[in-house]
């Protein structure tokens, strides 16, 4: 009832929110990507997305269908991996942003050294500039961090989403007062974004709090110091969206390799890319 390839693609299409994402990222066409959401939807009888010709979202079935679908593509991996008797060994360096700090990337992270426990993964957290530039020192192996910007294609793409200003529930910016930041130090890629919309708009701003963790953002967002940009699908417990600030615009998350990839690397890359969806949202 479910094939396995169509669920591969449905997670891709609920990771990228693009069509033409999901089929670049499978290399398939984008009508063979519509045809196999076109036959999920047959036999669950309901839509999975809503579609329009600017954006693409999960409906509330479709949200249904992400867990169902993880389980069935972890459980064929697994028993694939059985009956292949592959042992993958040797050490993997992995670099994962900050922003993932809060996420279920350890449950990714989990799975994957269970069903290769001969790997030796060594994880480093760090601001997503940091890791562009360990990776292209050779430093680390493979990397799951924020693309610079517009006009970056480097990498799988993860998933997608939007920027927004959060903190404390009733904080209100004053339109004639400098806009109180709360940023990550140089060469935080969402400090950079947040620094160049207000300075294009001509609003004044001041940093409040610097930090180069998360943690200590969130603490001084809920303080109510000031404002931080931030994805709008992984906004922490405590912070809501703040108005009356310019647009941020979207936010792309790649999965960045140094040289010829290892099969070790290529089952991390797998498993993150499958397990894309728990990454999109908070603990």
């Known amino acids: 009832m479910y094939d396995p390839v169509q669920l591969r693609t449905f997670l891709t299409v609920a990771q990228t929110l693009s069509f033409t994402q999901a089929a670049g990222r499978l290399g398939v066409r984008q009508s063979t990507v519509s045809q ?17 010709t600017h954006s693409v979202e999960l409906t509330e079935d479709g949200e249904a269908l992400l867990g169902f679908a993880r389980t069935i593509l972890e459980a064929h991996e697994r028993a694939a991996a059985f009956f292949t008797g592959t042992r993958l060994r040797g050490r993997l360096r992995f670099g994962a942003s900050e922003d993932f700090v809060l996420t279920r990337l350890p449950e990714v992270l989990e799975g994957f050294r269970h069903e290769h426990p001969e790997v030796d993964l060594e994880l480093s957290v760090e601001l997503s500039g940091v890791l562009h530039e360990r990776l292209d020192a050779g430093r680390l192996d493979l990397v799951l961090a924020k693309r610079r910007g517009p006009g970056d294609e480097r990498g799988r793409l ?8 959060i903190g404390a529930e009733g904080l209100r910016v004053d339109p004639e007062r400098p806009v109180p930041l709360i940023v990550f130090p140089p060469p935080g890629i969402t400090r950079a974004r947040a620094l160049e919309v207000l300075e294009r708009e001509g609003r004044a701003w001041r940093i409040a709090c610097t930090s180069g963790s998360l943690s200590g953002l969130i603490a001084a967002a809920r303080a109510g110091l000031g404002v931080m940009a931030h994805t709008r699908g992984l906004i922490p417990p405590g912070l809501v969206r703040v108005g009356g600030l310019p647009e941020l615009g979207p ?18 890359a797998a498993a993150v890319l499958s397990g894309g969806d728990r990454l999109s949202r908070p603990a």
């Open 158 to 165: 993860v998933w997608r989403d939007r920027m927004v200003w």
């Open 251 to 268: 936010v792309e998350f790649a999965l960045l390799q140094a040289g010829r990839p290892t099969p070790a690397s290529e089952a991390l």
């Open 36 to 52: 196999h959401v076109r036959r999920l939807e047959e036999p669950t009888g309901r839509p999975l997305f809503f579609r329009d």
